[in-house]
């Protein structure tokens, strides 16, 4: 039965409250006062358990930002603070809500009251908290980095509603105890604690009786025993009876000033070094039941002070004031006290300390470090009541029969009456009547669905958190796929990559214009799902400009959100490369895959991570090349006549097969005229037709190919066939998808601008004009023809390329002699790529000149063979 | 406003109607004196200020142009004085420079000097005799006011013939300013020649109390005498004769500096600080009787300013407290609190034989610390006493005017209060000065074990008063034994000696110092009242130590000489009283708390007599 109490659920609010915005505070007699942190208030009793009166604050300019309560029997002042938008500083307003109250009581249904300007008597800038002593209403601001307490008069009368200022005290923020930046949002989400503290017995009447506002003394109000009230804040304050101020700033600081001492000021008491949530006084003694003997202060992160007055030694002589300090498991987010416990809500559990077994009076005085490990020890072992999302607390009452019963504010705005067992320790031996038991299982049922609802909650974020989990392992599982095939194996081909991305790059006609597109398709080779989050990252760039100084060359980026990508599955997407010219090939496509951690985390929880630089994880795929080639629009008579023959294509529908032939037409009608006049560019490179058998023969055998052509010719159609329809650097052409077979070893083609190239495969013999002391060799040349300088470059470099893959490909056996070749062949397409690019540069300015160099029409014939 | 009436508001125009409705919403504000919310005339001002910015951004936001500029200056003029009002004065300054600046672009001077002094110069010239003059002539005002409330006084010193032709030029422009109420003019927020009244008046007086501070009163005195032909608030006519009294005192002339305070007086009555000074002055002539009614009249005064003075707080511009932030005049300025001064009242009362007078007002004053209505006031100057000193020094003065029982309450609650933080033992290190500024304990247990006591002694002369000698002895008793806990450590460089206290130079007003009065008092004391019990022995004994502890006490030394005559030994006793009369009274009066006073130590003897005792002794 230990530590189990009933939770009585009195009523609902339709809100969910934060801890520093929800107040409950209890007021006059049966009334409890309940903030909800808008603007709304609500006055409850206790007693008939039922709303009497809401109060919606109406005013026109002003928002309400936080209300704190006051109350005194006599004159039952009401304050809040509200937002004023006026001049867009904070104020405090204080409404006298004095008549409203009365006119409530009366009533019998709820009243609604609406708090209009009139009502405000204090604008206070930047006001956090409030007390009311007697008939001073002290005002605690945060104001250009300092605190200020300010003591205002209340009118005596209620006709007149000015509130004189008395006087004010300032005291300067230290900074380093709260990190800098964040100090100015705490400074102000977390308010100052403000409690009032007498000297002596509640009953002991005051020197000058003039006022009956002592008569009872609320929530903020302490009587400390007097020695310790002597200790700590001097005889002069005891001497005058003065009550004394006491202030727990969110800084750590907490700091007193006697009311009513002259020439007192804000005085520095203890450091608790995290923000104080609460301060107050407990521990009374049965022979001494007027006043506490302890003055308990509890910070924000669970440290605690207990201020209590320590007997001297034999040497010393006089008492002192003790300071202890502890540590409670967890954060404390609200916090109270009886005459011997102190009970605080962690946010998931409301425990309970029992303040007397702390270590003894007389024992203090012996050893310091034992007593702190005994405080520390009872520190430790709080006891839990099992009552979930408690927020604020108002002060505990005791009931006809004993019971403490406590009054909490749940963070789904849920106000809860608790009752604490009635002595935890001896229940057990006493025997219950059978209505007590009734009683007993009511209290256990709803204790038991108060864990239900606990563990549901926990439940749930159990739930969500694991899915994070479970979501974030997906992530780095195919992080390290990915990465580890770069880092591992550089030289692995596009092809290992699990996941990986193959493009086509095909022509097509839209809206009287031709254009590029690329049709990039990802592929899921890997075994696991790419789910919501990931985003297929595409950046397009010309080859060449990427590396120049300029880098303003454009490159373009194309993103593709992924919803849930299973193992095996294809993403197809499509994006333009050129429109109609303007782009310059060959093109670097960079694949990638990016992860952004904002679609599992949530916004708020990411600003936790202040390590991230940023919320991406970006994965390279592979890099895609598209060049010349893939460029080219072909219109090779043989590849139409091929076209119009083998109807049995569907694929090709009926308007595309008339643009080509209306195309092919108007383009050979040009052809003619160029041929006669404009043909003057060429460049050739010779590839060995012995390499070409060794590696495109395994190529050609699956390419149904009629074998009467001669051995040549076939390998001349099988090299041109090869280098059209295969995959070059991971980009297909359109038109192997028209399975076009090229019949003759010429081609003809348009390039992305329009220029006429000519592609022409043959046999050559190049032994006459290399070294004599090897044998002829046969090769195979391939000859681009073009009036365009950089159509002829870009396609020389294109074919280039394919032929050092087409080198890199040769059997093994052959690798020992080849490798000189593979590396002539790099240098001639180092080459090929800087002299394309300096010449084109060159021709621009130098073309009205008509170098000579290229005034004779061929310029480069590279030699491609065994030297 | 008139939007019906000119069709298409030029920006002009727009600009002056903002400018002028915000002046008049201000106006308004001001004459209605909506201060009913404390707190609320600063956020007020922080507004208006923020208001006159933004439209001043909202003009600056297009280049410069001729049409503007008159606009421009006054719309400046008017986020200025909100600046200044708020004490943002570098703000102010800059704000003021900057477009200062930027407004003369179009004049073709677009070097401007970086000197404040040579900036307003080229500024003047530049603009000539233009139509700008006249702003510029306003903003340079400000400047001053800026120079004023910083404490620049060498700046104006430096451009004090701009300043004076300024008054000319105003003189002149001021009909213009005021000539039409056309919404075409921009309004100022502060009229200028008020403005340049209060400058010029505030100037004299911060510059008469800077003289004044480095000594050279005469010089201070004539400027101060030239400032009275001006015209100004009453406060400030107050300042000048107060200011004027000063120097006066200072030279040498007390009579005429209270003339110059009454006449401050006259001027302005809510000018307590002249009363303070003439209080200060009277003390320095010794008149007590003028003291003490000078102390009830700044009493009354004070109590009666504190009671309206809130209510009349107003929204005020450039208030003239503003503009005189000086150190040597506030200081002069500065009052001590209503308590301090009833403090001060009662104990000058009591000290110069007007002890009922004492009690009533010693009375008075632990009622107000008592009343709920008292709150803590900020720290002020003149520190009010502990409070359990206030005790012991109304009960000493109840005990004077022979009301022991009323004593005896107010000794019973210190020593309650410091029952429980009595030390066992207590090590008093010796230290050649207690410096003033440092800072006081909450509970300093030398000076707990002082209070206790001196309550105890004060106890043991209530019941001696009472003749009830047995329970004097009780209390006096209690007193040594508090009194000889305290240990003496001199530290004397190197190391440490426990030395006893009769070995110490002792000074007065130390913690030391009172011990030994306290010892002094209570050995003597309990002296008396063993002889009243015919307890010679004892008696001889403690009044010996007595006077051996403090040989100024008198009363210890006759009683010491009676008690050695009843003992027979007359010569000694004759020798005892010689010596005590030849003791120089160089009166420690000041210096001791009004507790510690001898003329309470119980039954006199009559000198006369003893006199003739010892003449008798002599002829025999």
């Keep these: 039965m230990e530590g189990r109490c009933a939770v009585e659920i009195w009523t609902e609010f339709g809100f969910s409250g934060t801890p520093f915005t929800t107040k409950l505070k209890t007021g006059l007699g049966t009334d409890v006062f309940l903030c909800t942190g808008s603007d709304e208030v609500y006055v409850f009793n206790t007693e008939e358990r039922k709303f009497t009166a809401r109060m919606a604050f109406t005013v026109s300019t002003y928002h309400l930002c936080c209300p704190g309560i006051n109350f005194e029997s006599t004159f039952s002042v009401f304050t809040v603070i509200v937002l004023v938008h006026e001049w867009s500083v904070i104020h405090c307003y204080t409404a006298n809500m004095t008549l409203h109250l009365s006119r409530i009581q009366s009533s019998s249904s709820p009243a609604e009251l609406k708090i209009s300007s009139e009502c405000l008597v204090v604008g206070e800038e930047g006001a956090l908290s409030l007390l009311l002593i007697g008939s001073v209403l002290l005002i605690l601001s945060y104001r250009d980095a300092s605190w200020l307490l300010s003591l205002y008069k209340t009118p005596k009368e209620t006709q007149s509603s000015i509130y004189k200022k008395l006087s004010s005290f300032s005291l300067p923020l230290v900074s380093g105890v709260v990190n800098g930046d964040s100090k100015l949002k705490t400074g102000v989400r977390r308010r100052p604690v403000l409690i009032c503290v007498h000297s002596g017995h509640t009953t002991s009447p005051p020197l000058s009786s003039t006022s009956s506002a002592e008569a009872t003394l609320t929530a903020s109000h302490f009587h400390l025993e007097p020695v310790l009230f002597k200790l700590l804040f001097g005889i002069d304050t005891a001497l005058i009876n003065s009550p004394v101020v006491l202030c727990g700033l969110p800084d750590g600081r907490l700091c007193f000033l006697p009311l009513r001492l002259p020439g007192s000021q804000l005085r520095f008491l203890h450091n608790l070094e995290q923000p104080i949530v609460f301060v107050g006084a407990s521990v009374t003694m049965e022979t001494d039941p007027g006043h506490a003997q302890c003055l308990v202060v509890v910070g924000e992160l669970g440290r605690v002070v207990l201020i209590r007055k320590n007997k001297g030694g034999p040497e010393a002589g006089c008492s002192a004031a003790g300071f202890t300090d502890g540590c409670l498991p967890g954060p404390v987010v609200c916090s109270c006290v009886d005459k011997k416990h102190l009970y605080y809500s962690t946010g998931s559990d409301l425990l309970v300390l029992d303040l007397t077994k702390g270590p003894s009076e007389s024992e203090v005085q012996e050893r310091d470090e034992e007593t702190s490990l005994k405080l520390a020890a009872a520190l430790q072992s709080p006891t839990s009541l099992n009552v979930c999302r408690i927020i604020d607390l108002a002060e505990p009452t005791h009931s006809t029969t004993g019971e403490i019963q406590l009054l909490g504010l749940s963070v789904r705005g849920q106000l809860q009456r608790i009752t604490l067992p009635l002595g935890r320790e001896d229940a057990r031996l006493s025997e219950l009547p059978s209505t007590q038991m009734g009683r007993n299982v009511k209290d ?242 010779w590839v060995s037709s012995e390499l070409l058998k060794d590696t495109l023969k395994l190529k050609s055998s699956d390419v149904d190919q009629p074998g009467s052509k001669s051995v040549h010719q076939s390998i001349c159609i099988c090299l041109l066939d090869w280098l059209f329809s295969e995959g070059h650097g991971g980009v297909k052409t359109g038109y192997q998808e028209d399975k076009f077979a090229l019949s003759s070893s010429v081609v003809c083609a348009q390039g992305p601008e329009g220029e006429t190239v000519k592609l022409t495969v043959k046999k050559a013999n190049v032994g006459e004009q290399s070294l004599a002391k090897e044998e002829p060799l046969a090769t195979v040349e391939v000859r681009v023809e073009s009036t365009s300088l950089a159509a002829v470059c870009g396609l020389h470099h294109a074919v280039l390329s394919r032929v050092q893959t087409l080198l890199q490909r040769a059997p093994e056996r052959a690798a020992c002699t080849k490798r000189v070749q593979n590396l002539g062949l790099r240098q001639a397409l180092q080459r090929a790529e800087v002299s394309s690019e300096h010449l084109l540069n060159q021709t621009k300015t130098e073309r009205t000149r008509k170098s000579p160099l290229f005034s004779n029409g061929s310029f480069s014939n590279t030699v491609l063979n065994k030297e | 406003m008139s939007n019906k009436t000119c069709q298409p508001i030029s920006l002009l125009g727009k600009w002056v109607q903002e400018n002028n409705e915000l002046v008049n919403k201000w106006k308004l504000q001001e004459i209605g004196g909506n201060t009913s919310i404390p707190g609320q005339n600063q956020t007020c001002l922080r507004g208006w200020s923020s208001e006159f910015n933004k439209l001043l951004r909202k003009i600056q936001g297009v280049p410069p142009l001729a049409d503007h500029t008159q606009l421009e200056l006054s719309v400046l003029y008017n986020a200025c004085v909100c600046a200044i009002s708020q004490s943002q004065f570098t703000e102010a300054e800059l704000l003021l420079l900057q477009s200062t600046e930027r407004a003369l672009q179009m004049t073709g001077n677009n070097t401007l000097a970086s000197d404040p002094n040579v900036f307003w110069r080229e500024v ?183 009671a309206t003075e809130s209510a009349l707080s107003s929204v005020q511009l450039l208030s003239p407290s503003l503009l005189l932030p000086s150190q040597s005049l506030s200081s002069l300025l500065s009052v001590p609190s209503a308590l301090s001064v009833l403090h001060e009242l009662a104990m000058r009362c009591v000290l110069h034989g007007r002890v009922s007078e004492g009690v009533e007002h010693y009375l008075d004053l632990l009622a107000t610390l008592h009343s709920e209505d008292q709150h803590g006031v900020k720290a002020e100057v003149p520190l009010l006493p502990r409070l359990p000193e206030l005790y012991l020094e109304a009960g000493a003065a109840l005990l004077m005017s022979r009301l022991p029982a009323d004593c005896m309450v107010l000794c019973d609650e210190v020593i309650s209060k410091t029952l429980e933080l009595l030390p066992e033992k207590l090590i008093l290190e010796h230290q050649e000065e207690r410096g003033e500024s440092e800072t006081r304990d909450v509970n300093d247990s030398v000076a707990v074990l002082l209070w206790a006591g001196a309550a105890y002694l004060l106890q043991g002369q209530c019941y001696a008063h009472l003749k009830d000698w047995k329970q004097a002895v009780t209390h006096y008793t209690r007193c040594i034994n508090l009194v000889v806990k305290v240990c003496f450590k001199k530290r004397v460089t190197g190391f440490q000696s426990q030395i006893s206290s009769a070995d110490m130079v002792v000074k007065n007003g130390t913690d030391l110092c009172i011990l030994k009065k306290l010892k002094g008092l209570s050995l003597a004391g309990r002296g008396i009242s063993f002889t009243q019990t015919d307890k010679l022995k004892e008696a001889l004994r403690d009044l010996q130590l007595s006077v051996q502890t403090s040989p100024e006490c008198v009363g210890a030394g006759l009683w010491c000489g009676e008690v050695l005559w009843r003992l027979g030994r007359r010569q000694e006793a004759a020798a005892c009283w010689e010596k005590t009369w030849s003791f120089n009274k160089e009166s420690s009066f000041e210096v001791l708390p009004l507790y510690l006073q001898e003329a309470l130590s119980g039954p006199l003897l009559d000198t006369m007599e003893l006199r003739q005792r010892v003449q008798g002794l002599g002829l025999t």
């Design chain 1, 444 to 685: 256990l049922l709803s204790a038991i669905g108060d864990v239900c609802e606990r563990a549901s909650v926990l439940k749930t974020s159990i739930k969500s958190k694991n899915q994070i989990l479970r979501h974030l392992n997906q992530v780095l599982n195919i992080s390290f796929l990915l990465t580890a095939s770069t880092n591992n194996e550089e030289h692995l081909s596009v092809q290992e990559k699990p996941i990986r991305c193959h493009a086509m790059a095909r022509w097509s006609r839209l809206l009287q214009k031709d254009s590029l597109s690329l049709t990039c398709v990802l592929d899921n080779s890997s075994p696991y799902v790419l789910e919501q989050g990931w985003t297929l990252s595409i950046t397009v760039f010309p080859l060449s400009y990427s590396l120049s100084a300029g880098g303003e060359s454009s490159s373009t980026s194309f993103s593709f959100p992924l919803h849930n990508f299973h193992p095996g599955e294809t993403l197809e997407v499509s994006l333009p490369l050129a429109a109609g010219g303007g782009t310059s090939f060959p093109m670097t496509v960079n694949c990638s895959l990016i992860f952004s951690l904002k679609n599992v985390l949530g916004e708020e929880e990411l600003v936790g991570f202040t390590g991230l630089q940023s919320n991406c994880i970006s994965l390279p795929l592979n890099t895609l090349v598209v060049d010349w080639l893939h460029a080219l629009q072909v219109n090779s008579p043989t590849a139409s006549r091929k076209n119009t023959t083998s109807q049995s294509d569907v694929k090709t529908d009926a308007i595309r097969a008339f643009l080509r032939s209306h195309q092919i037409r108007y383009s050979a009608g040009g052809e003619s005229v160029i041929n006669q006049e404009k043909e003057q560019y060429s460049a050739s490179v």
């Design chain 2, 124 to 306: 003047l010239k530049s603009v000539g005799n233009t139509a700008l003059n006249v702003c510029i002539v306003h903003l340079l005002c400000l400047q001053w006011a800026i120079w004023l409330a910083t404490c620049q006084l060498n700046m104006i010193n430096d451009s004090q013939m701009d300043l004076s032709s300024l008054f000319e030029t105003l003189g002149d422009g001021l009909g213009n300013n005021r000539r039409s109420e056309s919404s075409e003019i921009p309004l100022l927020l502060m009229d200028t020649r008020k403005l340049v009244e209060l400058l010029q008046i505030c100037t004299l007086i911060a510059q008469g109390a800077e003289r004044l501070s480095e000594g050279q009163s005469s010089e201070a005195l004539t400027g101060l005498q030239a400032a009275l032909s001006l015209a100004a608030p009453r406060n400030l006519i107050a300042y000048i004769h107060l200011l004027s009294g000063s120097c006066l005192a200072q030279m040498g002339r007390p009579q005429m500096a209270l003339q110059c305070y009454r006449n401050a007086l006259e001027t302005d009555s809510q000018c307590v600080c002249a009363l303070y000074q003439s209080m200060l002055i009277y003390r320095l002539l010794g008149n007590t009787q003028a003291e003490i009614e000078a102390l009830r009249l700044l009493h009354s005064t004070l109590i009666l300013t504190s």
